[in-house]
């Protein structure tokens, strides 16, 4: 398969394929001749897996380790669940973490009366000043 293929088959764009070859994420294709790159099936696993690791939100990093494990007939699934669960946690404290921040926006904007003057809580708040 060519690059074009894949990129049908992973959702990918040829871009992102190449990018994830340069950094190593996935193991290096063939090339024929004339420099092009062909693709195997397994290709296609590789990067269907990264594809859908980083939209759950794992790092590059985090994602060459998980195609490490998929390449690995002797890995444990202890060990590929505790980096998901992993992953959730940190998610969560991301979230709260979101949360607060919403929070302390939603504050602001209630004590700014929004109108054509110049004093702005918000941005008083924000610069750490107390103009007034």
Same mark, same amino acid.
């Given at each position: 398969?060519?690059?074009?293929?894949?990129?049908?088959?992973?959702?990918?764009?040829?871009?992102?394929? %190449?990018? &994830?070859?340069?950094?190593?994420?996935? @193991?290096?294709?063939? %090339?024929?001749?004339? !420099? &092009? /790159?062909? &693709?195997?099936?397994?290709?296609?696993?590789?990067? @269907?897996?990264? #594809? =859908?690791? %980083? $939209?759950? !939100?794992? @790092?590059?990093?985090? +994602? =060459?380790?998980?195609?490490?494990?998929?390449?690995?007939? $002797? /890995?444990?699934?202890?060990?590929?669940?505790? #980096?998901?669960? $992993?992953?959730? =946690?940190?998610?969560?404290?991301?979230?709260?973490?979101?949360? @607060?921040?919403?929070?302390?926006?939603?504050?602001?904007?209630?004590? +700014?009366?929004?109108?054509?003057?110049?004093? +702005?809580?918000?941005?008083?708040?924000?610069? !750490? *000043? *107390?103009? $007034?």
């Amino acid at each position: 398969m060519n690059i074009s293929d894949v990129a049908k088959k992973t959702g990918l764009t040829s871009k992102a394929i %190449r990018f &994830y070859e340069e950094k190593g994420l996935v @193991t290096a294709p063939m %090339r024929s001749d004339n !420099g &092009y /790159r062909s &693709y195997a099936p397994r290709h296609i696993e590789e990067l @269907t897996l990264l #594809r =859908q690791a %980083r $939209q759950v !939100g794992f @790092t590059l990093d985090e +994602c =060459q380790e998980l195609v490490a494990l998929f390449n690995n007939p $002797q /890995r444990h699934s202890a060990d590929v669940k505790a #980096r998901t669960l $992993q992953k959730a =946690q940190e998610i969560a404290l991301h979230i709260e973490e979101l949360k @607060t921040m919403r929070e302390r926006l939603l504050a602001l904007a209630e004590a +700014c009366p929004g109108d054509d003057g110049a004093f +702005c809580p918000i941005i008083d708040n924000l610069s !750490g *000043c *107390c103009h $007034q």
